[in-house]
Each structure stands twice: as C-alpha cells, then as structure tokens.
C-alpha cells in the first residue's frame, strides 16, 4: 500500500491499497475522515459545488477483483458479473453485455460525456446514490457484492437503495432472462439542454407479455437530479397478471404520479417530474404493446 502526500495546503492524504481489506481496515482507522474514492467524477462535481473535501481519500484503483465483466452463477441463477471498478466506457463496448444486456448498454450511452464515462466506474454511479444508472438496474433485478470486515455480503439493489453502512461495494450481478430482448426492455433519460447537468427524470422498466397481453412479469424504477432512484413495486402489483390495455395505461398514469416520490428543485417541480415520469413510462409500456 502506498500513499500520496499533499502537494498544497489542505489537500488530502491518497491512500491506495492493494487489497480489499487493507482499504477496510484503513476506513475503520481514519473514520469520517476518509471516503473511498474510484474515478472521482462524482466527488470532482461536488467539490466544484464547494463541497469540502476529506481529509483521506481510500483509492479502490490497484484492487484487480474489484475489475471486468465475466459471466457466473449466483444464487442458483445464470448471470453476469461486473466489477465495480469497470469504466463506463468498458461496459458500455464490452461484447458479453451489449450481447446479453442491451438495457445496461443503453443506459451507459445515455450517462454524462464520453471524457467522464472514461474515468467514472460502475459501482461509483450506484455508490453516489443518484446515478443516472440505478434505474435500469434496478429494471434488471440486479444484486450488489460488498465487502464487510473480512466478509462478502449479497444484497439486491432495490432492498439497499439509501442506504450507508461504510461497506465497499466490489461487484454487480445481473441475472440472465433469454425470454426478454430489446423491445420489452425500455429506459430513457429527461434532461436540461444545458451540457454537464443532472437529468430532470429517468425512467426504466421491462415488461413481458403473453400472446394474450397478458403482464406475465413487469419492473418499473424512476428517478433523476435530485430525485432518488426507486423501484415502483405498487404499480408494478397493479399491472401483473392485467392485460396491457387503454385502461389499464390510464390507471397507471395516475399511480405512477401518486407512487414516484419527486423534490422540487431550482430548475422543476415535484409535480413536473411524476407527470414526465408517467408519460415516458405510459408511452414505452403502450409501444411494447404495439
């Protein structure tokens, strides 16, 4: 392990560690003092904003496991494996994933410029909170890998979503499901026509449906700015098992508004945001119907 001095007054400490539990162990001796860093871009924005900066940065870097994109099983299901540390760039071009999950790959072309998704990592997007990422992911069913104090721990996406707990998130999985292709699969980002600004909504889901347009299997996840990502389990339970029809859409629409919890902030209101929500989400849902 090595670390990085300061070369100007109240800069921090880099520390970089080769393994995962030296970075935890040097978490649990420099406390709120320290964050984990990986490409930076998030905390590079924030500082702009006048964030202060810690004291320590822990860089994830030199840890290989934390890297590439492999297929597994996990749970008893097929899937993919890709290391939180994984450039954008690389996922977004890599063969198995725009193979086998096209949502993901959309979603990466749809994330900041190119010049960022060549420094920002997978697991960072998620880590933030807010990534503009997280709604697909959680469309996928996607499960987390973290590392606790010499442990690894599995935890699906939507059942840690706000959460904290100090833990290094060191791997997505995402299950396979070869009955789903492109079209049932839909994401779309809303955003300022200003360059380099958060998206105003983003909106993610799939929907499989009988030769009846029967909703066999439905994931419906929104969020955006300063919006937290959310899966949308109350108008997914009211669409399962319905036929996509004029109706159920209309009914949708207005659940969608009631369940997706939106913040005003100095560009839009709360009620704009679930009103696009609702729109793009109706509007997708009735395209997969034809």
Request: proline residues 4%.
């Amino acid at each position: 392990m090595s670390r990085q001095g300061a070369a100007r007054l109240n800069s921090p400490w880099v520390w970089i560690p080769d393994d995962l539990e030296a970075a935890w162990e040097l978490k649990q001796q420099l406390g709120e003092e320290a964050r984990f860093i990986a490409g930076g871009t998030l905390m590079q924005t924030q500082w702009q904003k006048g964030m202060d900066c810690p004291h320590h940065l822990i860089s994830l870097e030199k840890i290989k496991e934390m890297q590439g994109c492999e297929k597994v099983r996990f749970n008893g299901e097929a899937g993919t494996r890709i290391g939180a540390l994984t450039k954008l760039t690389a996922c977004k071009d890599h063969p198995s994933l725009l193979k086998n999950i096209p949502l993901l790959v959309e979603a990466l072309k749809n994330v900041a410029a190119p010049a960022v998704r060549n420094r920002a990592t997978l697991g960072g997007n998620i880590a933030g909170g807010f990534g503009d990422l997280i709604p697909a992911l959680l469309a996928l069913d996607a499960t987390l890998s973290f590392y606790d104090d010499g442990k690894t721990k599995l935890k699906r996406l939507s059942d840690c979503l706000g959460q904290s707990e100090g833990e290094i998130i060191t791997a997505i999985f995402v299950p396979d499901d070869k009955e789903l292709n492109g079209e049932s699969c839909f994401y779309r980002k809303l955003g300022y026509r200003e360059a380099f600004t958060p998206s105003i909504v983003t909106i993610s889901g799939r929907c499989q449906l009988t030769d009846q347009k029967e909703i066999k299997d439905i994931r419906l996840a929104a969020g955006g700015s300063t919006t937290p990502p959310q899966r949308l389990a109350e108008c997914e339970r009211l669409a399962e098992g319905s036929i996509l029809s004029h109706e159920l859409l209309r009914n949708l629409f207005q659940k969608i508004k009631e369940e997706f919890t939106a913040s005003t902030d100095a560009f839009t209101t709360a009620e704009y945001k679930k009103t696009a929500a609702a729109n793009m989400m109706v509007s997708r849902l009735a395209s997969i119907a034809g």
